[in-house]
């Protein structure tokens, strides 16, 4: 086996245990906000995993002040930052993104709270 191959192999296997680490920490987000139930009332949508969090779509026009993108991140601290967005633009053109909202240093506790404040969204019936 030469050493190419053995730190490409390396590689990839680091690169899936880093991936399924994000899928864990996405999916663990997604349970303290509520899991389906949260989809469901809140109708998020388009959710996926990145190198710090989880990031998920809101319909237009549903929450407060034109919100429709929500990324939260966990920090170095084990507590999460919640930056939100609202996303403008056609199909085929360069989207107009402003930030709305951005929340730092939250404990497991107020997240579902911060989501609440930040978006004037109900999580729960």
Do not use: W
């Amino acid at each position: 086996m030469s050493t190419t191959t053995l730190t490409e192999s390396t590689t990839a296997r680091l690169d899936a245990d880093t991936q399924e680490r994000q899928r864990a920490v996405a999916q663990t987000i997604l349970q303290q906000l509520g899991g389906k139930r949260f989809i469901a009332m809140t109708g998020a949508r388009d959710l996926y995993s990145d190198a710090t969090g989880l990031r998920f779509a809101l319909p237009a026009r549903f929450a407060r002040d034109g919100i429709n993108r929500i990324h939260i991140a966990l920090t170095d601290l084990d507590l999460y930052t919640l930056t939100a967005h609202r996303v403008r633009g056609r199909t085929g053109a360069m989207p107009t993104v402003t930030q709305c909202a951005e929340e730092t240093h939250i404990h497991v506790e107020q997240l579902v709270a911060t989501f609440e404040r930040v978006t004037g969204l109900t999580t729960r019936l």
